[in-house]
């Protein structure tokens, strides 16, 4: 479990212990918070009603009214119930929440304002082009990107702070719950929280030592020849396939829009591990930057829930396909499609920024040695000094939650499927359901095996070595495998090759 401390709630100390001063700060408190919502609010519907205020510098203003309303409601109702109270107390939970809004809304705000003196800059600096450069989408996109980092970047502080310990220490030098005085009254977990809450990333390292799979330099030209056969047959195999679905006609189904987008995901899987490491194997150096590893680390995990996801989205398919034949054609509209395929992508990369950000908090004691032949949570954890109890937990729940849903999704569908079918009276249409599951299957098989042997056990030196062994399977050999898989098991893609071969020949 991510927090360890058994407190249930702090105990505020508020601004002042006199009491008879409670009274006063309790009426000026409330008639400025008073002044604050209606002020805000006001403004923002002052600026919604008015058409003389349709600019994109009051459609900025707006949002700073109303983050300004929630910024002081955040903090402003528990302060006024606890100065006129004798426990002024606030619950564990509702004190991480405090903070995640606090946190979440102080950057929001200050972005907000970036963007505000962006807008009076093309104002004033380009009239000429200001209409067009800041168009109502323009706008939209602009002020989208605060609350998205804020509310992200917040998250990942928020889950730090829920990693202090406190040793029965309860009451807060404080009015709300800020991360300064928590850090100062807590006994254990504090170490990364106080550093990353300064700067986000405190160690020194500027590029780690990629130890590769073996250390033989024998090894070294057979391991890049194989590697680089096994890489080009992947991208070859998987463009190719996206290039058949698209000119294909018979290939225009649901199933194959997903095989597409899953061949995309394996291209730029395989791409952001192998070139790097043919790099290094010929290279006596073997070294990767720190930010290239940030990197690597980021598009990794992205990737991987993209694909968990597809693989599932693609099981989903194939259940509604089989067991709800008649509703299929407009259940899964390319409507529902594109809808379907774009939780993956939005999803896996926004929970990738957050994973991302835990390893920016690993904190290295001049250990810049990786065993792997890229940058993996695993051993980076195993050879960080600091930071690593949240990392550790957060990536085994993380992906425990998201292959454990996703496989959920998976192994459901196929159990309606096998029902369905089992029901068949044809043996002909019985064989034909199974044969459009198979590939399916065997691809969803691999990668999850492969992956729950990887992240699903606590890093040690030996899972390490076994890790780097596997992750030469799922990163470099499954992107190549698919779309043998779906190809040579498929017989419409077999009928789609012959076809496009028979036209290319014709063409010539």
């Known amino acids: 479990m991510l927090n360890f401390t058994d407190v249930t709630e702090f105990i505020l100390l508020g601004l002042t212990s006199h009491q008879e001063w409670q009274v006063l700060f309790f009426v000026i408190f409330l008639a400025v918070y008073i002044v604050t919502v209606v002020g805000n609010i006001g403004m923002i519907m002052l600026i919604k009603i008015s058409p003389q205020l349709n600019s994109p510098m009051y459609f900025f203003l707006s949002h700073l009214s109303f983050v300004d309303v929630w910024f002081s ?42 963007v505000m003196a962006f807008d009076r800059y093309m104002a004033i600096g380009n009239p000429l082009l200001y209409d067009s450069k800041m168009s109502r989408a323009v706008c939209i996109r602009l002020i989208s990107f605060p609350y998205i980092y804020g509310f992200l970047t917040s998250l990942a502080a928020t889950l730090w702070t829920y990693g ?184 896996g990369f926004s929970v990738s920024l957050i994973c991302t950000l835990w390893t920016y908090g690993l904190y290295f004691c001049g250990n810049f040695e990786i065993n ?61 359901a199974f044969s459009t599951c198979g590939s399916h299957l065997t691809a969803v098989t691999l990668f999850y095996g492969t992956l729950i042997f990887m992240y699903l056990r606590r890093p040690t030196e030996e899972s390490v070595e076994q890790g780097k062994m596997v992750a030469v399977f799922y990163t470099t050999v499954i992107p190549m495998l698919n779309p043998m898989i779906y190809s040579l098991r498929n017989k419409d893609v077999r009928e789609a090759v012959n076809k496009a071969i028979a036209k290319a020949n014709v063409g010539q």
């Open 372 to 432: 792997h032949f890229y940058c993996a949570d695993p051993p980076l954890i195993k050879i960080a000094c600091g930071g690593v109890h949240i990392k550790e937990y957060t990536m085994i729940v993380i992906a425990g939650i998201n292959f454990t849903y996703s496989l959920s999704v998976v192994l459901t569908s196929y159990t309606l499927i096998v029902v369905t079918v089992l029901r068949m009276h044809s043996a002909e249409g019985r064989k034909k």
């Open 73 to 114: 409601s955040n903090v402003t109702p528990k302060m006024l119930e606890n100065l006129l109270s004798e426990t002024k107390t606030i619950s564990y939970a509702g004190c991480l929440v405090q903070c995640f809004f606090f946190i979440a809304l102080v950057h929001v705000e200050i972005f907000i304002l970036a």
């Open 164 to 347: 202090l310990y406190f040793c029965g220490r309860i009451e807060i030098n404080h009015f709300y719950c800020a991360d300064p005085p928590l850090i100062k009254m807590a006994c254990a977990g504090t170490f990364v929280k106080e550093y990353t809450m300064i700067m986000p990333n405190f160690t020194d390292v500027t590029e780690f030592v990629l130890l590769g799979l073996a250390s033989r330099q024998e090894f070294q030209v057979l391991f890049f020849v194989i590697f680089l056969v096994v890489y080009t047959i992947t991208l070859l195999g998987n463009i190719g396939m996206i290039i058949l679905i698209s000119i294909s006609p018979q290939l225009q189904s649901p199933m194959y829009f997903f095989l597409s987008h899953l061949s995309f995901v394996d291209v730029w899987f395989s791409s952001n591990v192998t070139p790097k490491m043919l790099e290094n194997l010929l290279s006596e150096t073997k070294t990767i930057s720190y930010v290239g590893c940030l990197v690597q680390c980021y598009f990794f995990i992205a990737l991987v829930h993209v694909e968990v996801y597809i693989l599932a989205v693609m099981a989903f398919d194939r259940y509604m396909a089989i067991c709800k034949p008649l509703l299929y054609g407009s259940r899964m509209s390319r409507i529902v499609c594109v809808r379907l395929i774009s939780v993956p992508y939005v999803y």
